[in-house]
C-alpha cells in the first residue's frame, strides 16, 4: 500500500532555504516477516516513512506484511512503526496504564511477542523464506523500529545486521528536524513540528545538541527490503507460585537464593547514572540475568563467580512472550524525567536502585542484601546470607527483642536487618504489586531474615493471601510463641544433614552480651560429662528453649557405600538426632567433647553450609532422583537405602541408651539435672522411632507430576519445549550416583559389582550417626 505525500503546507519550514533541484521518482518497498517467513503477523501495522527531504508518509502494511512509498524525493528513507497498542489485553493494559514507569508498548511489539522463534534456541537464522526477489535482507529488531526502546532487550547477535552506515547520508539539519520530530512523535503526520532558525543555525556550525541514537530502519531508495523482525520472547526461571512443596522450587530457588550474593551488576555504577541509559555487562550479576541474558533468550547458569569452570547449574527456563519475563524496570531520562533525570542527585531511581538493596557502603547500614522483581502473575524477593565479618557480628547479636509486627520476640541482629528488607520490599510492591504470589527465599544468615520479612508481609492485609517461603540451611529466628504466631506462613525449610548453622542459636545464646556462652563454655571444659550433657540439651530442642524453628524441615540425609559411591534422600525425620547434627556429634563423643568448631568457622568453613557445593548439588540431586522416580513409577528410596539409613537410626538409639546409663551412674552431685536430662534423652528415643515410621512410609510412596513440577504439571508447554530443553545440557543427562537412587540388590549383583569396580552395591555397611558427616 502507499500513499500520496503530505502537502506542501503541511512540510517543515526551513525559513525560505530551498535546496537545488530537489528530484521526485523514487520508488522503496519493504516487507515485515517473521523467522518463518511469514507476514501476516505484521499485516494492517501502520508505518511512517520519512525521505531525505523530510516528508513524512504514511500507510498500513498489506496483507503480506508489505508496504511501499511511490514518487518520494531521492535520497534514502527512514521506516519506524511507533502505532501505541490500542488493544484491550489485560497484561498490556495493565503495563501502558501503571502508575510507575508505564511502559510505551506498541502494536509491533505486541505482534513480535506472537511470533515464535524459527530454531528453539533463540539463535538468529541464517536465511528466510521470504527472501528471493529482494533486494536486501536485514535481521532487525523491536527496538530499532520505534522510537522509545528502553524497555526493550538489547540487541542479539545477528547474521544480517542493517547498514547503519546509509543514516550518514541524510543532511546534519534534517538530523536536527529528525530530533525536534521524535519528540512529539511521527503518528500526527509531521504536522505542527517547529525548526526554529536557531535550531538551523547551530547544526550548520556543528553545535548542535548530541544526537540520540537514530531511530527507525534507513533504506536505500528505488529497492525492495525484507524485513526479519526477530520475536520479542524471552526466558524465566520456572517457579511454581503454589503453597505446595516441589521438587522443582526446591532447586530453582536455591539458584535464586545464591544469585542474592552476586552484584547487581549494573553500568555506570555511580549514582546518580547521569548517562541516558544503563547496561548490564557484568556475568554473573543480577542485572544481567533479568535485565539483560534472560530477555535476549541466553539461558544463564552461573549464579556464582566460584561456578567459572566448574559445573553448570542450569535453572528450569519457560519461553514467555516478552512482557511475562521477569522485569527489571527501563531507566530513560526522558521518558521518565520525574524520577531518572540526574538532577535528582541522590533522589533519583534507576534499575539498581529499584531492584536490589545494599546498605553495606552506609554509615548505618546493616549489611544487609536483597533483590526482587516480579511478573504478571509472581513477586521473587531473595535474601542474601552471611558474607562478610559485619553479618557474623549480626548472626551473633542474639539478644530477643520484641516482634511489634506480631507476637513473641525474635533475633535481635536478624530482626534489625528484616526491617530495612522489608522497608526495601514495601517500596518494590507499591509501585508494582498488583496481587501476585510472593515467593520469598534466602540462605543462612538470609534466610532467617527471609522469615521474619515474611511474616512481617503476612501481617500486612494487602499481602497476607499470598506468601510462600523456601530457606536453606536457616539458623532459629524467633521464640516459641514467635514461631507459633506465624504458623500461617508457608515455610518449606531445607537442612543439610552436616550443616551446623540451623543448630543455632542454642538456649546460652539468648543473652545480650555472649558471657553465658562464654561461662558454658568454661563449664564445658572444667567438667566434660556435665558440659556434653548441657550441650546435647540445647542441641535436641526438647525442654522448650527460647529460639525455635518455624516451617516445614526437609532434610538431606547422606548415604555411603563401600565402593565410596554417595547418595542422598530428601525427607523429614521426625528427631532431632537428624535435625541437628551437632546433636549427633555430641552423642558420639561421650567421653569428651564434641568436636564443632567456633560459630564464624563453621559458617566460613563448613563445606555443607555452602550453596555451590553442597545445597545446590543437593536439589538438582533431588530434582533429578524425583524425575525418575516419576518417570518409572518407583520409590524415593531404594530397600538397600532404607536398611542403611534404618541401622544407623537403630545406632543412634543405643547411643542414647549408653548416655542415659552414665547419666544413672553419675555422681549425685548433679542429681538436681539429671531427671530433666534422662526424660529429654527419653523423649528423642522416641522421635527417632517416629523417625523411623516416616521413613518406612517414605519406602513405599509413590510421588505425582505436581509434587515435581508443582502447577506446571500436566502443561503441554513443559513435556514440549521447557523439559526438553533443559534435559539437551550434557549436565542434566549425567548419571550421576548422587542423583539416581542406587538399584537394589538382586540377582544382577554380580554384573553391578562388575560395573562398579568389583564392589556390590548395598552391601552391608555399619554406618555410625557422626560417619554421616
Known amino acids: 500500500m502507499s500513499l500520496a505525500p503530505l502537502k506542501d503546507s503541511d512540510k517543515p519550514s526551513f525559513d525560505g532555504r530551498i535546496h537545488t533541484c530537489p528530484l521526485r521518482g523514487h520508488s522503496t518497498s519493504f516487507q515485515l516477516v517473521d523467522e518463518l517467513g511469514d507476514g501476516k503477523p505484521y499485516a494492517g501495522l501502520a508505518y511512517v516513512v520519512t525521505d531525505y527531504e523530510d516528508v513524512v508518509y504514511t500507510g498500513k502494511l498489506d496483507a503480506t506484511g508489505s508496504g511501499k512509498v511511490d514518487n518520494h524525493y531521492c535520497g534514502p528513507v527512514v521506516l519506524k512503526l511507533n502505532q501505541p497498542y490500542e488493544g484491550q489485553d489485560k497484561t498490556y493494559v495493565r503495563l501502558k496504564e501503571r502508575k510507575h514507569y508505564p511502559l510505551p508498548i506498541t502494536e509491533l511489539q505486541v505482534r513480535a511477542e506472537r511470533t515464535r522463534f524459527r530454531h528453539k534456541s533463540g539463535v538468529r537464522t541464517h536465511s528466510n523464506p521470504a527472501r ?32 547503519s552506515h546509509v543514516f550518514s547520508l541524510f543532511r546534519q539539519e534534517s538530523q536536527v528536524i529528525s530530533s525536534k520530530v521524535q519528540q512529539t512523535g511521527f503518528l500526527d503526520g509531521g504536522k505542527n513540528q517547529i525548526v526554529t532558525p536557531n535550531d538551523l543555525a547551530m547544526a ?13 530502519i534507513a533504506l536505500m531508495p528505488s529497492r525492495r527490503t525484507v524485513l526479519e523482525v526477530r520475536p520479542l520472547r524471552a526466558l524465566r526461571p520456572m517457579l511454581s507460585p503454589s503453597n505446595d512443596f516441589c521438587a522443582l522450587n526446591l532447586y530453582q530457588l536455591a539458584l535464586m537464593s545464591t544469585l542474592s550474593y552476586s552484584d547487581f551488576g549494573q553500568q555506570p555504577i555511580s549514582h546518580p547514572v547521569e548517562t541516558d541509559s544503563v547496561s548490564f555487562p557484568l556475568q554473573p550479576s543480577i542485572g544481567n540475568w533479568f535485565g539483560d541474558a534472560l530477555p535476549k533468550f541466553d539461558e544463564l547458569w552461573q549464579v556464582d563467580a566460584a561456578q567459572a569452570g566448574g559445573k553448570a547449574y542450569y535453572p528450569l527456563y519457560e519461553e514467555v ?21 540526574p538532577s535528582l542527585g541522590k533522589k533519583q531511581e534507576n534499575p539498581a536502585s529499584i531492584h536490589c538493596f545494599d546498605d553495606s557502603a552506609a554509615d548505618d547500614g546493616t549489611d544487609t542484601q536483597a533483590f526482587i522483581t516480579h511478573h504478571d502473575t509472581l513477586m521473587l524477593i531473595s535474601i542474601r546470607g552471611t558474607a562478610g565479618g559485619a553479618d557474623a557480628l549480626r548472626d551473633m547479636d542474639a539478644t530477643q527483642v520484641p516482634f511489634k509486627q506480631g507476637v513473641g520476640k525474635v533475633h535481635n541482629g536478624f530482626y534489625g536487618a528484616a526491617k530495612v528488607a522489608f522497608d526495601f520490599a514495601i517500596r518494590y510492591l507499591e509501585k508494582f504489586y498488583s496481587g501476585q504470589k510472593l515467593v520469598i527465599t534466602g540462605h543462612s544468615l538470609g534466610g532467617a531474615i527471609a522469615l521474619i520479612v515474611s511474616e512481617m508481609l503476612r501481617r500486612d492485609k494487602r499481602y497476607a493471601a499470598d506468601i510462600v517461603l523456601y530457606t536453606y540451611g536457616a539458623p532459629r529466628a524467633g521464640d516459641k510463641v514467635f514461631v507459633e504466631g506465624a504458623k500461617p506462613l508457608m515455610h518449606h525449610r531445607i537442612v543439610n544433614h552436616n550443616d551446623p548453622v540451623p543448630s543455632v542459636p542454642s538456649t546460652w545464646m539468648n543473652t545480650s552480651t555472649q558471657w553465658e556462652y562464654i561461662a558454658q563454655g568454661v563449664v564445658t571444659v572444667l567438667n566434660p560429662a556435665v558440659g556434653v550433657s548441657w550441650f546435647v540439651l540445647g542441641m535436641i530442642n526438647i525442654l522448650g528453649e527460647p529460639y525455635t524453628h518455624h516451617g516445614t524441615l526437609r532434610h538431606f540425609m547422606p548415604v555411603y557405600f563401600n565402593t565410596g559411591v554417595k547418595s542422598s534422600i530428601l525427607w523429614k525425620p521426625g528427631c532431632s538426632t537428624i535435625n541437628d547434627h551437632g546433636c549427633a556429634v555430641a552423642l558420639k563423643a561421650t567421653d569428651g567433647l564434641p568436636e564443632r568448631g567456633t560459630f564464624l568457622r563453621q559458617v566460613f568453613d563448613n563445606a555443607d553450609h555452602k550453596m555451590v557445593v553442597s545445597y545446590i548439588p543437593n536439589c538438582w540431586a533431588s530434582l533429578r532422583r524425583w524425575q525418575e522416580a516419576l518417570d518409572s513409577n518407583c520409590s524415593l528410596v531404594t530397600g538397600d537405602e532404607f536398611n542403611q539409613v534404618d541401622e544407623a537410626l537403630k545406632n543412634a538409639k543405643r547411643q542414647l541408651l549408653t548416655l542415659e546409663s552414665r547419666l544413672t551412674a553419675s555422681s549425685d552431685r548433679y542429681k538436681d539435672t539429671k531427671a530433666a536430662e534422662k526424660a529429654a ?3 528423642e528415643y522416641d522421635n527417632i522411632e517416629t523417625t523411623r515410621t516416616r521413613l518406612g512410609t517414605l519406602r513405599g510412596d509413590r510421588i505425582s507430576e505436581a509434587d515435581v513440577y508443582g502447577l506446571f504439571a500436566g502443561l503441554p508447554e513443559l513435556i514440549e519445549d521447557d523439559l526438553p530443553r533443559w534435559k539437551a545440557h550434557a549436565e542434566n543427562r549425567r548419571q550421576e550416583q548422587l542423583a ?18 568389583g564392589h556390590t552395591v548395598g552391601a552391608p555397611y555399619l554406618l555410625d550417626i557422626d560417619s554421616m558427616a
Open 740 to 757: 539416581m537412587a542406587p538399584p537394589a540388590a538382586d540377582d544382577d549383583d554380580r554384573a553391578i559389582a562388575v560395573i562398579t569396580g
Open 681 to 683: 534423652l527419653q523423649q
Open 132 to 163: 528471493g526477489k529482494d533486494d536486501n535482507y536485514y535481521q532487525v529488531e523491536v527496538r530499532e523500529l520505534v522510537e522509545f526502546d528502553a524497555h526493550l532487550p538489547p540487541l542479539v547477535k545477528r547474521n544480517h545486521a542493517p547498514n
Open 204 to 216: 550548520a556550525l556543528g553545535f548542535a545538541p548530541p544526537a540520540r541514537p537514530p531511530r527507525g
Open 321 to 341: 512472550p516478552y512482557s511475562k519475563r521477569l522485569e527489571v524496570v527501563p531507566f530513560d531520562p526522558e521518558l521518565y524525567s520525574e524520577v531518572n533525570s
